[in-house]
């Protein structure tokens, strides 16, 4: 193969690439989100454990957090988010802090500590889906 086929070889790869359908970039973010979700559950049951009653009418913390594909308004747009669900207030009171309470900033830094792990499965993803739109494999 001379140089302008494998350039040429090389541009419907990158073409390929640049053109996701929003399913493949939904699939790709989603990978992500699964795990950021995972370690927010870990960090919220090591930081605030379920040790006391039922959890009321909404449950405990650490079993209200999930992810999902589309962004917070439920677009379709190849974004995927994840967090807490209908006692995402509880959470900010935690993390941040009240009046009352000091705040011990356990989703901030189960964010930042996540970080690299999201990316990995990300491009793990990533990798998958151009290996498929190339035919099975790289060329």
Do not use: C
Not at 119 to 130: H, S
């Amino acid at each position: 193969m001379d140089m302008d086929e494998a350039l040429d070889e090389w541009l419907k790869q990158v073409s390929k690439a640049a053109q996701l359908s929003i399913k493949d970039q939904e699939k790709i973010t989603k990978s992500g989100a699964d795990v950021l979700a995972d370690k927010l559950q870990e960090a919220t049951k090591e930081k605030h454990p379920d040790t006391k009653g039922d959890g009321g009418k909404y449950g405990h913390l650490s079993e209200d957090i999930s992810s999902a594909t589309g962004d917070v308004d439920h677009d379709h747009n190849g974004k995927s988010t994840a967090g807490f669900g209908s006692k995402a207030f509880i959470a900010r009171f935690l993390n941040d802090g009240t009046k009352k309470i000091h705040g011990d900033h356990f989703v901030d830094n189960a964010r930042t500590d996540a970080k690299d792990a999201v990316f990995a499965a990300e491009a793990e993803e990533y990798k998958k889906i151009i290996a498929k739109l190339n035919g099975g494999g790289d060329k």
